[in-house]
């Protein structure tokens, strides 16, 4: 283990200690003084509702022994340290990657429009094979989350962290704090396309990951996604790129691929004489759909280039954990299977859950969607593709909350959908669960999606016996 001191966290932050013992040792870092146990450092954060540096005195009475402050005069508290410096979140970067830098292990570090968590579980399970590995908890992977994951370093041998945005800029601070041995970019989709303006300006954005990454440091990539197959091709870079895909020719491949409810099995191909001694093995995934299937590929990927062996490898997929309402696959007392993929959508990630849905064996099948969010002018136009999914998936039953998410309804009517589906527009999640009361009956399968923000956890709950 290789812990701070309260004297390093001064020098590094150019901050100022108000009262206590410069020799403590910093071990385990808290933000919010209901978690504080005792010996913990708090770190006070000004969010939009309240301000975090407030409550020093409250985390101090709660056991912990030093507070990071910035903002506010604090006076002194006996028996207490605590270090006052300019902001709080820039002291945690700082602090986290100074930390970072003590240890020479392997950083895998992942980024794309969709399937970053899922990836993150997958590879992390796989790393778990052959090292003691730390890994984003669940999506933390902003400015603040990435910094509080790696102060979480005791006696990792590895670590896999997860690095999201809404703007440009965003992963370049977070890929300059973990300094990545090595990234993936798992595909560019729509999200966050309302303040990036178009998926090129997305593209660039993501592909900020690489400048805290040395020169060296490899990049597994999606070669399927259109706008990083093209970026392989026309750009020149240092990086050793690995290629993997199911469609285009790449290192790592996916064949002959057999999707069930709850898992999905496949042929692995390799057309990298460096990693021929993996061929022709047969993968399971425990969750259903493509889209798994690449975030499967992109781990392998990984796994193969840190030198796991290949049954490891296999066996570190199945026996992976993935972050809850994720393709979460819920039994009813009733005889209904329902898919909670609640967690956020997005136009990829909301097709490829359609594209499971149809798929998948069952009697009926039954989509509960929910608006999509901040598309910005692409709004119109998504929720409509979303409509043409819908058509193509065959649902029996659409029911759909949201403003935006009468697109959907409108495009699947021109398309002639009312002849062969029950179509529901609701208003309300309360109001979708009354309807999906009414129609659900035993072999039913029902997804259930939409981003975070419509709260469509509460429809799963509300639908469930």
């Known amino acids: 283990m290789k812990n701070i001191t309260v004297k390093d966290i001064v020098n590094i932050c150019k901050g100022k200690l108000i009262c206590g013992n410069e020799n403590i040792e910093c071990k385990q870092f ?159 989709g729509s999200s966050h396309i309302k303040t990036l303006g178009s998926r090129e300006n997305i593209l660039k954005a993501k592909l900020e990951i690489l400048e805290g990454a040395s020169k060296e440091a490899p990049i597994a990539i999606n070669n399927d996604n259109d706008l990083l197959s093209n970026w392989i091709k026309t750009n020149k870079t240092t990086h050793k790129i690995i290629t993997y895909g199911i469609e285009n020719q790449s290192d790592v491949m996916a ?95 909301m097709k490829a859950g359609l594209e499971y849905l149809h798929n998948v064996k069952g009697d009926r099948k039954i989509a509960i969607l929910g608006d999509m969010l901040n598309l910005g002018d692409f709004e119109k136009e998504l929720h409509e593709k979303i409509g043409e999914e819908v058509v193509k998936s065959e649902v029996s039953v659409l029911i759909t909350v949201g403003e935006a998410s009468k697109n959907i309804v409108k495009k699947a009517l021109e398309l002639g959908a009312i002849t062969n589906m029950k179509i529901y527009e609701c208003k309300t999640n309360e109001e979708a669960i009354k309807f999906a009361k009414e129609e659900l009956k035993q072999g039913d399968i029902v997804l259930v999606k939409a981003s975070n923000a419509m709260h469509f956890d509460e429809i799963v709950k509300g639908i469930l016996p």
């Open 30 to 188: 808290k933000k919010d003084t209901r978690t504080i146990e005792t010996g913990d450092v708090y770190v006070g954060i000004k969010g939009e509702n309240f301000d975090g540096n407030t409550l020093y005195e409250k985390a101090f009475e709660n056991g912990a022994e030093v507070c990071i402050i910035s903002g506010i005069e604090a006076k002194e508290y006996k028996g207490k340290t605590i270090i006052k410096v300019e902001d709080s979140i820039k002291a945690i970067q700082k602090i986290a990657e100074y930390k970072r830098n003590l240890y020479n292990i392997p950083v895998i570090a992942i980024t794309g429009s969709v399937g970053k968590t899922s990836t993150k579980d997958i590879i992390a399970s796989i790393m778990s094979e052959k090292y003691k590995v730390l890994k984003t908890e669940g999506n933390m992977n902003n400015h603040i989350g990435l910094p509080m994951t790696i102060l979480k370093l005791k006696e990792h041998e590895a670590m896999v962290v997860e690095m999201g945005m809404d703007h440009a800029g965003e992963i370049r601070v977070l890929t300059n704090i973990a300094h990545p041995t090595m990234c993936v970019i798992s595909n560019v």
């Open 255 to 349: 064949k002959d691929i057999e999707s069930f409810e709850d898992k999905s099995i496949f042929t692995l191909e390799i057309n990298n004489e460096q990693y021929a001694g993996a061929q022709c093995q047969k993968v399971e995934i425990p969750v259903g759909g493509k889209h798994f299937v690449y975030n499967a590929l992109s781990a392998i990927c990984v796994g193969l280039e840190n030198n796991i062996e290949i049954e490891k490898i296999i066996e570190g997929i199945k026996k992976v954990e993935l972050t809850k309402r994720r393709m979460e696959i819920v039994k009813s007392g009733n005889g209904v299977t329902i898919i909670n993929d609640t967690y956020n959508a997005n136009y990829e990630s």
